[in-house]
């Protein structure tokens, strides 16, 4: 059964509150459930010569539980992209500040890491070839060859039927070329999937399909999402908690029908002129 999430501004834990630390903290209503990611004190400055560059993201701490859905809206240019992009080392989160399960991914190989925790962008990019080389595409640099049937597992489990196979990227619509980007990340059995506005380019029946496979994913594999969106209502569709960022801080988090509960002025504020 999906958890039941809900959220709570952490009076629970009076040590790390003490140090300034995680005072927001995810609770999906299981005291034991893990921690995939923990952000700590996530800090990040825009690059300027005389060393002092605008805020970006301004002291982020969060505890992301394994296995939920959660959703990371905010207006534009608050630093949500910017967040998902430190989880995988498109940029270089500074030591001590990022952790999955436990690790520091600064310690990680940062290929494997990004096989673990694998990410989507708005538009989808697909290799030269065909949908079956971009699916065989990740595994390949491991040394793995996928067979036919691996592949047509994948695509099976992203939505699309097997005529696909052998089409290529100038075959296929975005909605279709952005399962075949979700085919090409599964194939890397990531544990963790990081979306930065993953349908806001695709038909509402396109976005359909690609919420039901995240809805999927989470049931059947325990994977843990982490989504960008600008749509409130896919927030309420499909997210267990949903973190509100507002000037590169999380000034809230709470469960998706809850949003109207949201005290942060800003956070109001977006959350009236986007419903
Ligand atoms: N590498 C960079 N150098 C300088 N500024 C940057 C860099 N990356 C992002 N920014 C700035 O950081 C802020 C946050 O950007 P980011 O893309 O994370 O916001 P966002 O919340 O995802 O916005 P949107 O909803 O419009 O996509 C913006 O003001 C952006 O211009």
């Known amino acids: 059964m999906a958890p039941q999430a809900h959220f709570s501004l952490s009076e629970e834990n009076e040590e790390d509150v003490a140090a300034g630390e995680h005072l927001l903290v995810i609770n999906v209503g299981e005291a034991d459930r893990d921690v995939k990611f923990r952000i700590q004190n996530l800090t990040k400055k825009s690059e300027s010569r005389d060393g002092g560059g605008a805020t970006i993201l301004n002291g982020l701490s969060v505890d992301i539980p394994k ?6 809206i905010g207006p534009s240019g608050s630093g949500k992209s910017t967040l998902l992009r430190a989880l995988n080392r498109l940029w270089e989160p500074p030591a001590g500040t990022v952790f999955l399960d436990g690790h520091d991914i600064r310690d990680l190989d940062v290929l494997s890491l990004r096989r673990k925790v694998g990410m989507l962008f708005q538009l989808p990019v697909l290799f030269e070839g065909t949908v079956a080389d971009n699916v065989r595409y990740g595994p390949q640099l491991s040394g793995k060859k996928l067979t036919d049937k691996d592949v047509y597992k994948l695509l099976t489990l992203a939505g699309l039927d097997s005529s696909f196979f052998s089409k290529t990227g100038s075959e296929l619509s975005v909605g279709q070329a952005q399962r075949v980007a979700l085919a ?11 979306l930065d506005e993953p349908t806001s380019a695709l038909d509402p029946i396109s976005t359909e399909h690609i919420e039901g496979v995240l809805e999927k994913l989470k ?57």
């Open 67 to 72: 296995g939920v859905i959660v959703g990371v």
């Open 184 to 194: 090409r990340t599964l194939a890397n059995s990531p544990e963790v999937l990081l």
């Open 219 to 275: 049931k059947k594999r325990g994977m843990t999402i982490i989504m960008v969106s600008h749509s409130i209502k896919q927030i309420q569709r499909i997210a267990d908690v949903v973190c509100l960022l507002v000037n590169g801080e999380i000034v809230e988090v709470l469960k998706p029908d809850k949003l109207s509960e949201a005290k942060h002025p800003m956070a109001l504020r977006f959350l009236q002129l986007s419903s």
